[in-house]
């Protein structure tokens, strides 16, 4: 920027010489040599002027360029002052927002302390405010009462009744369990629902000494512990049913009481004789199907496992798959004589050798069947001498 430079004094300009002044020519000269001074520092106040005015220009920009520089910055202010104008008005809301939380937080903590009252040793009459209980309060008992401790208990308005009590206690898992109590179950069950006793076998039926004992066909069984014509004491098991009496001669009908659901089996004897123990011969089942069906029981027999138990009381038929050499043992007896036993083998994937225990018999003079991979051997095996099992071969067929 330039200096302001200081302006020079005015220079001395003597007067001009007058007509007709004695001196005139004296006069003129001085005028005439002091012009060359004169017309310098005019120059000098000239150019001294003009330094000013550059730097009058010069400050005259600058002052102009701050003017500029600060209505910028006068702008960004005002910015500024509107912005914190808006964040003012914002947190004023998140205030009175806040506020608004914290006043539901404490209402919800009340009515929290009303509702839930902690743990106690007794029935409350108030809640924790002193106020009146309210619908659906609760606590959890921790008093002396073996029968509710750890129970919660709530309000119903009138009364404090049990809620959810130790949970091993309380609720029977997904995969069973045993009650020591009695579970009830709707009248008339259909479905899924499981019916009350009295419609499913009546309460035992007492046959009073004194009265004949009657034909008994009725719905369900019936237990008789005592009965004319005869000792008390004497019964027919649960799971029996007397179906008609003649004379001294019983006809027993029923299901054995450890196979219930099982099938029907009958006796008959004389139940007087033997000093009252009764004389019976041996139960044997009723037919109660009017036509057969073979029992199949189907198996698969891993890579690895080189045996397989055919039990005929399993299944009448067994289907046994095979994924290597596997050796089929026959029970060392029969159930009885004639018992039989039907065995269907797919080889799985490849042809995999089939033998049996030492007490099955291979017909004499035939050879096993060939068979491949995939297919289905048949095998029948009858026990009709004792500890021996003869096979015969029925056929190989395709899967």
Not at 296 to 315: D, F, H, I, L, R
Request: charged fraction near 10%; hydrophobic fraction near 40%; aromatic fraction near 10%.
């Amino acid at each position: 920027m330039s200096l302001i430079p200081e302006i020079p004094a005015a220079p001395f300009v003597p007067l001009y010489p007058a007509l007709g002044s004695l001196n005139f020519n004296q006069e003129a000269y001085a005028y005439g040599t002091a012009m060359p001074g004169v017309t310098t520092r005019l120059r000098e106040i000239s150019a001294a002027c003009r330094e000013c005015a550059l730097a009058a220009r010069e400050d005259a920009m600058s002052a102009e360029s701050s003017r500029m520089l600060s209505a910028q910055q006068a702008d960004q202010a005002m910015s500024y002052r509107n912005q914190a104008a808006n964040s003012a008005t914002a947190a004023a809301g998140s205030a009175s927002t806040a506020s608004t939380h914290a006043s539901n937080a404490v209402g919800a903590y009340t009515q929290m302390q009303a509702l839930y009252l902690g743990a106690k040793t007794s029935n409350p009459v108030k809640d924790n405010q002193g106020n009146a209980l309210q619908l659906g309060a609760w606590y959890t008992y921790v008093g002396t009462d073996p029968d509710l401790k750890g129970v919660w208990l709530w309000w119903d308005g009138t009364g404090w009744n049990p809620g959810i009590g130790p949970v091993i206690g309380t609720l029977m898992p997904k995969s069973g369990g045993k009650f020591t109590g009695y579970a009830s179950g709707p009248g008339g069950a259909t479905g899924e629902q499981f019916p009350q006793a009295q419609e499913v076998i009546p309460r035992v039926s007492m046959q009073p000494s004194g009265k004949s004992l009657r034909t008994i066909v009725t719905s369900g069984f019936h237990r008789l512990d005592t009965y004319s014509d005869g000792p008390p004491g004497v019964d027919l098991s649960y799971g029996q049913l007397v179906v008609s009496r003649g004379g001294d001669t019983a006809f027993q009908l029923g299901v054995p009481y450890t196979e219930v659901g099982g099938p029907l089996v009958f006796r008959r004897g004389n139940p007087t004789e033997a000093g009252g123990a009764g004389s019976y011969g041996p139960w044997q089942q009723l037919l109660s199907s009017l036509w057969f069906v073979e029992n199949v029981k189907a198996s698969t027999v891993p890579a690895g496992t080189g045996s397989y138990a055919v039990n005929p009381g399993e299944g009448s038929v067994h289907y046994v798959v095979i994924n290597g050499a596997v050796t089929f043992n026959l029970p060392a007896q029969g159930r009885q004589l004639g018992d039989q036993v039907t065995l269907r083998v797919f080889s799985s994937g490849a042809v995999r050798p089939i033998s049996f225990s030492a007490n099955v018999r291979m017909p004499s003079g035939q050879s096993f069947p060939t068979y491949a991979a995939d297919q289905v051997v048949t095998l029948v095996l009858f026990y009709g001498r004792q500890n021996v099992w003869d096979c015969f071969f029925a056929g190989v067929h395709s899967a």
